[in-house]
């Protein structure tokens, strides 16, 4: 069974473009959630979509959305890129609300 | 918010060598995972623990809900262990929902 599908893996922007970053769960999972690790913040909750709806969202400025489709995949943007936003973001599926959480390999982002 | 902390952030070890990562919550917890972050930075799935004991291998865990702390124990270490230890708790409920709170990780070196 596929696992998360991540992409794309790496990605370089320029300050002040946007970027969209797409995430495949597995099969049959109807949450996703993104998380953003640094070495200095660590690892980050982002937002968590299920059934198409934010269910949560993270203490992240508002050019960070998100969205899920009907078939459950999810895609994050960050508008106005900052140098500060280079990091790499991971995407989890589960099967439902509260259960094991599965990750993706990331994007790697690197703002200059 | 609930508080993760992971201990020793550094941990070195020659192969063969027995180790134990601790993983301390501040609040009650719906779920407790451990993952170990590989070198391209995804996140492996260890264990799946909100309460009891757990084996894998030469992995196993331990997690004590009403005392609030998670051991992961690692026998016989081999090079291929070496990597990031994360501890993620999910509170559950309507304010956290699904969202993860990740520790600070401990990094695990095995040396031949």
């Known amino acids: 069974k596929a696992g998360v599908t991540q992409t794309p893996r790496y990605l370089i922007k320029t300050r002040g473009q946007q970027v969209t970053l797409s995430c495949s769960p597995i099969?049959?999972?109807?949450?996703v959630s993104w998380y953003q690790q640094t070495p200095g913040q660590g690892l980050q909750f982002l937002f968590e979509?299920?059934?198409?709806?934010?269910?949560n969202k993270g203490n992240f400025p508002g050019r960070f959305s998100g969205r899920q489709f009907s078939n459950s995949r999810s895609e994050m943007n960050v508008s106005t890129l900052e140098l500060g936003d280079s990091a790499l973001y991971l995407c989890a599926s589960s099967r439902n609300l509260n259960t094991e959480a599965f990750f993706g390999q990331g994007t790697r982002l690197t703002v200059v | 918010g609930i508080q993760v902390e992971q201990s020793p952030p550094d941990l070195i070890l020659q192969e063969g060598a027995n180790s134990t990562l601790r993983c301390n919550f501040s609040?009650?917890?719906?779920?407790l995972q451990w993952f170990h972050q590989n070198p391209w930075g995804q996140l492996i799935n260890l264990f799946y623990?909100?309460?009891g004991t757990k084996q894998n291998g030469r992995l196993s865990a331990t997690t004590v809900a009403t005392e609030r702390y998670s051991l992961l124990y690692i026998s016989s270490s081999q090079t291929t262990d070496s990597g990031v230890y994360f501890c993620a708790v999910e509170q559950g409920g309507e304010t956290s929902g699904s969202r993860l709170t990740f520790g600070e990780g401990t990094q695990l070196t095995v040396n031949p």
């Open positions: 609040d009650s917890v719906n779920n």
């Open positions: 623990i909100p309460s």
């Open positions: 979509y299920f059934s198409e709806t934010q269910r």
């Open positions: 099969s049959g999972h109807r949450s």
